[in-house]
């Protein structure tokens, strides 16, 4: 191949790159200013078109792969320790409860517009903390 030919075909796949077309999403959440936990996002084409994809939430943060671009619904689920409870083999389970609004959950209208290779999105969630709530 000829030295001119080559510099065109590196140009060309720096610029087009090399992907599938689909986007890595990652970003914070959190609560009241607090990063949230333990939870987990799911977003979902709004066009009905293409995969849903979601990622679990740790310590306030997500990353979602093979994301396809476009208008997604966010939903987001966290959760808070309630403590423990013990069933009657003796085993101990944990009992949990819904950290966030009912409106990031199934019936959520939140959305976001997916792009690029890489998209960044932070969700600071605001409302009544249940952890409070008697």
């Known amino acids: 191949m000829r030295p ?13 790159g090399c992907g599938n077309g689909l986007s890595t ?34 310590n306030g943060s997500y990353s979602i792969k093979d994301v396809t671009p476009g208008e997604k619904t966010v939903q987001i689920y966290a959760v808070y320790p309630m403590g423990t409870k013990k069933e009657a083999d003796g085993t101990e389970i944990e009992l949990v409860g819904d950290l966030l609004p009912s409106s990031w959950g199934p019936t959520s209208q939140n959305t976001m ?22």
């Open 4 to 16: 001119w030919m080559l510099s065109i075909v590196l140009t060309s796949l720096a610029v087009t």
């Open 25 to 58: 999403v990652s970003g914070r959440i959190t609560f009241n200013g607090e990063a949230v936990n333990r939870g987990a996002i799911t977003l979902i084409p709004k066009d009905g078109k293409g995969q849903a994809a979601g990622s679990s939430v740790e």
């Open 113 to 134: 517009t997916v792009t690029g290779p890489r998209t960044t999105k932070d969700f600071p969630i605001e409302g009544p903390d249940p952890r409070t709530t008697k």
